[in-house]
């Protein structure tokens, strides 16, 4: 029963971050996959950090999303390309790494570490406090 407590935590923590940056997952697929494809294999990633740093910058507070200097993709004959990014998200003592996938489609995000500054209550703890922190990070949506 623990396992099915944590796995739902787990899949709850993945889906706020995924909500919280889906304004940025957005502005990230607007790229073309080849030119994420190129930097990825010639090693340009300066290149995918300013991507990644203009398209978060209309959404979250300076340096609580950041990239992590880690890319890849998946290129196959029958089907689309994916690219991978690692990214780093800072706020409140609170500090995940995930890898952002992004498809033609959509993106999702696979939560790789972590951790707060303090010790976390429990489960439902951790969560919460991710939650919080997502939330005070986003900017303020400005009216059109």
Known sequence: MQADSCSDH???????????IMDVAAELRLMNAADYISFIHLEQF??????VNSSMELYFKHGTLSYGCSAD??????????ILLDLEFRHHEISVRFNLVLKAAHASVEICDISFASGAQDEADVTRRLVAAIADARLPTRPC
């Open 73 to 82: 993709y998946e290129l196959e004959w029958d089907r689309p390309p994916s």
């Open 46 to 51: 300066n290149n995918i950090r300013d991507i």
């Open 10 to 20: 787990s899949f709850l923590r993945a889906k706020a971050i995924a909500d919280g």
